[in-house]
Structure formats: C-alpha cells, structure tokens
C-alpha cells in the first residue's frame, strides 16, 4: 500500500511495477503536474538493501539528461520509505515501450489529448 499524500504529491492510481518497484501517477500539488512516484513493493519495505538500491537508482538516473529518459525531479524519504518522483511518461525509458499498431498509437494519442486538455507537460508525455 502506498499512502495518498507523499510530501505535496496526491497519489491517482497506479502505472505498473517491476522486480523492484511499484510506480504510481501523482499529482504534485505545489507546480499543478503529474509526475511518476517509484516505491518499494511491500515485501520488500523492510529490506534495507533495497531502499539503498532505490536511492542509488535515483542518484544514477539524476545523473542523465535525455529526451527518452523520464526526468528525475526528487528523491525523498517520508516516514520510513524512500521514494523516487521523476516525469511520468510511458515508463522510465521510453525506448523500452512494446510497439504499438499505428492506429492503436493514434487512438491512444487523441485520448490523452482529449483527457489532459492542454496540461502535458512535454511533446511524449501521455499525462
Ligand atoms: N516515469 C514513468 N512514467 C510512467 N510509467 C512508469 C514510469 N516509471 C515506471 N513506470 C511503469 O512502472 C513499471 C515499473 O517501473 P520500473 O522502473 O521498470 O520498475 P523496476 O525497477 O521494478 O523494474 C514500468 O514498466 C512502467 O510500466
Ligand atoms: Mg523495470
């Protein structure tokens, strides 16, 4: 479980998760935009191995400027847990999204558009 308030970010739902994280969509509620929250799944909340190896992921990914790597814009501890928030995209990298049918892609788009109503943040973000 994750709580519905990390620092000023209001948790929305979930995005996915991996071997080592589950990621969130949020709102940041100070500068009006989503932003991706990763944190450590529930069996692994007491691993203090794990919580290290997420504030090194956030420390090595701080370090990179590209356009199809999700941005990271903080790395905090609240409670016990760590927590990364960077750009919500498609997924950390964007070139390890599956490809979709061009149509599929389309649709896709045209919702998104429809859905955010001018609050994108970027040319590739869905939110
Ligand atoms: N910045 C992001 N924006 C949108 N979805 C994301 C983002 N980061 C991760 N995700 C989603 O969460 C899943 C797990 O994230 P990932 O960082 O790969 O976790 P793990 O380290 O556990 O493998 C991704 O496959 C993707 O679906
Ligand atoms: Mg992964």
């Known amino acids: 479980m994750i709580p519905e308030m990390i620092s000023h970010y209001r948790v929305i739902c979930k995005l996915g998760e991996g071997g080592m994280g589950e990621v969130y969509l949020a709102e940041d509620t100070k500068l009006h935009r989503k932003v991706a929250i990763k944190s450590l799944p529930a069996k692994l909340l007491m691993d203090k191995k794990a919580q290290k190896r997420l504030v090194i992921e956030a420390q090595a990914a701080a370090q ?53 109503a001018g609050l994108r943040t970027g040319e590739d973000s869905p939110w």
Not at 78 to 104: C, L, M, T, V
Request: hydrophobic letters at 25%; charged letters at 30%; one cysteine or more.
């Open 64 to 116: 990179l400027d590209h356009p199809n790597i999700c941005a990271i814009h903080e790395q905090l501890e609240e409670g016990d847990r760590s927590f990364i928030i960077r750009r919500a995209g498609r997924g950390p990298f964007s070139w390890n999204r599956p490809q979709r049918h061009k149509a599929a892609e389309h649709h896709h788009h045209s919702s998104w558009k429809s859905k955010s």
